[in-house]
């Protein structure tokens, strides 16, 4: 694998973004679960409740009670069968997606619930394995690992919106941003600069696109449509010469970017107003924030942080300022980003390993590995 040649402001500028990187209840409800029981069972009738994200691989939590809501232990059994797998735990694996009806019985009562069971979300991700970084997709069960960038140079740092997928590749030297379906196929070129292009972000609606480019030297903010053309920097009147621009993240309606900046001396998170070209912080402490994502809803945004010594993952309430810690780890927790249904996919280490994972902020400390095989993982991105 050819590495790609950096120059060396770039090393600093990466080296002064994450140096201090380096050291480093109730069971959640899908929001479109339909898996809650009647309120009021007629007499006899058992009562079935399902509580977990209803897509295929998860593993839910099955509970009955009769008329009086007294719990019972049912007899359980599932209509197609093939669906879903009952564990001796009192839970459920949902193998296939569908319509499944469960039945619950118990002496002379019965109680049925019919659960759709959906595909899992899918996300983009930079996977170095076999000597090769590439961009890889998968769904969050593990199903359909697809390989989508090819060559023999380093492609990282995916973004995705709709059927399109936006990298950075080094195969000509720098960085320069380029487009593949995400279904794969052909690699297009969007870039053409003697600067070095990076962390591409588009829009949820695909029709914007955030990245950051040395063309004045050091990593700078810019805006462009969604397949690359008219870029152009839109922080000149923000922060120094020298302070570094990183990791912009849209929110939700596309009118605003939360990014990173040295412009305070320390890596902080501020918020771009694009219509007003207005800056504002929003999270500036003496550790590095850094890595930013905005949330589906637009009241959070999630994080990376080294503020105690380690680093983790918090979010932050953009209008109240609250910072709440997500996960506490001796090893690093890294790289959020935010799901469309309001889970967090996140870049985990373990005893040295990197592993793909997700929570739900609603219920930070159940954590779900993503199956993806052996590999040096690194940025993940969500499919909007």
Same mark, same amino acid.
């Given at each position: 694998?050819?590495?790609?040649?950096?120059?060396?402001?770039?090393?600093?500028?990466?080296?002064?973004?994450?140096?201090?990187?380096?050291?480093?209840?109730?069971?959640?409800?899908?929001?479109?679960?339909?898996?809650?029981?009647?309120?009021?069972?007629?007499?006899?009738?058992?009562?079935?409740?399902?509580?977990?994200?209803?897509?295929?691989?998860?593993?839910?939590?099955?509970?009955?009670?009769?008329?009086?809501?007294?719990?019972?232990?049912?007899?359980?059994?599932?209509?197609?069968?093939?669906?879903?797998?009952?564990?001796?735990?009192?839970?459920?694996?949902?193998?296939?997606?569908?319509?499944?009806?469960?039945?619950?019985?118990?002496?002379?009562?019965?109680?049925?619930?019919?659960?759709?069971?959906? $595909?899992?979300?899918? +996300?983009? *991700?930079?996977?170095? %394995?076999? =000597?090769?970084?590439?961009? &890889?997709? !998968?769904? @969050?069960? /593990?199903?359909?690992?697809?390989?989508?960038?090819?060559?023999?140079?380093?492609?990282?740092?995916?973004?995705? $919106?709709?059927?399109? +997928?936006? *990298?950075?590749?080094? %195969?000509? =030297?720098?960085?320069?941003? &380029?487009? !593949?379906? @995400?279904? /794969?196929?052909?690699?297009?070129?969007?870039?053409?600069?003697?600067?070095?292009?990076?962390?591409?972000?588009?829009?949820?609606?695909?029709?914007?696109?955030?990245?950051?480019?040395?063309?004045?030297?050091?990593?700078?903010?810019?805006?462009?449509? /969604?397949?690359?053309?008219?870029?152009?920097?839109?922080?000149?009147?923000?922060?120094?010469?020298?302070?570094?621009?990183?990791?912009?993240?849209?929110?939700?309606?596309?009118?605003?970017?939360?990014?990173?900046?040295?412009?305070?001396?320390?890596?902080?998170?501020?918020?771009?107003?694009?219509?007003?070209?207005?800056?504002?912080?929003?999270?500036?402490?003496?550790?590095?924030?850094?890595?930013?994502?905005?949330?589906?809803?637009?009241?959070?945004?999630?994080?990376?942080?080294?503020?105690?010594?380690?680093?983790?993952?918090?979010?932050?309430?953009?209008?109240?300022?609250?910072?709440?810690?997500?996960?506490?780890?001796?090893?690093?927790?890294?790289?959020?980003?935010?799901?469309?249904?309001?889970?967090?996919?996140?870049?985990?280490?373990?005893?040295?390993?990197?592993?793909?994972?997700?929570?739900?902020?609603?219920?930070?400390?159940?954590?779900?590995?993503?199956?993806?095989?052996?590999?040096?993982?690194?940025?993940?991105?969500?499919?909007?």
């Amino acid at each position: 694998m050819r590495a790609p040649r950096l120059l060396p402001s770039r090393i600093s500028i990466l080296l002064a973004i994450y140096a201090l990187m380096a050291c480093s209840s109730d069971l959640p409800s899908d929001p479109d679960d339909n898996g809650g029981g009647d309120d009021n069972p007629a007499p006899g009738e058992i009562r079935i409740e399902v509580a977990g994200w209803l897509e295929r691989g998860a593993v839910v939590a099955l509970s009955a009670t009769d008329d009086a809501g007294r719990a019972v232990q049912p007899e359980w059994s599932a209509d197609p069968a093939e669906l879903v797998e009952f564990l001796p735990s009192g839970q459920l694996r949902l193998v296939q997606t569908g319509k499944v009806t469960l039945t619950a019985t118990s002496g002379e009562s019965t109680g049925t619930r019919e659960i759709e069971i959906k $595909a899992p979300p899918t +996300v983009v *991700f930079e996977f170095l %394995r076999n =000597g090769a970084r590439d961009i &890889y997709r !998968v769904n @969050l069960d /593990g199903t359909d690992l697809v390989r989508l960038t090819s060559g023999t140079s380093d492609n990282r740092e995916p973004t995705a $919106a709709g059927d399109r +997928v936006i *990298f950075v590749s080094y %195969r000509h =030297g720098n960085g320069e941003l &380029y487009s !593949v379906p @995400l279904a /794969g196929g052909t690699e297009t070129r969007l870039t053409t600069t003697g600067a070095h292009e990076a962390e591409p972000a588009l829009s949820h609606d695909g029709k914007k696109l955030a990245y950051t480019s040395t063309a004045s030297g050091v990593p700078k903010l810019w805006i462009a449509a /969604g397949d690359g053309k008219n870029g152009s920097r839109v922080t000149t009147g923000f922060g120094f010469a020298g302070s570094i621009e990183a990791g912009p993240s849209w929110s939700p309606n596309g009118d605003k970017l939360v990014f990173v900046s040295t412009a305070q001396g320390t890596s902080d998170l501020f918020i771009y107003n694009v219509s007003s070209g207005t800056f504002t912080p929003l999270v500036t402490t003496d550790a590095p924030e850094v890595e930013p994502s905005w949330s589906p809803d637009g009241e959070w945004v999630a994080f990376a942080s080294a503020r105690n010594n380690q680093t983790d993952i918090y979010r932050v309430h953009v209008t109240s300022g609250k910072v709440e810690q997500l996960t506490n780890r001796a090893e690093t927790d890294a790289r959020p980003a935010w799901l469309p249904d309001g889970r967090i996919v996140y870049i985990a280490r373990v005893d040295g390993a990197t592993r793909l994972r997700w929570l739900d902020p609603n219920d930070p400390s159940t954590v779900h590995d993503i199956p993806v095989g052996e590999g040096t993982l690194g940025r993940v991105a969500a499919v909007w």
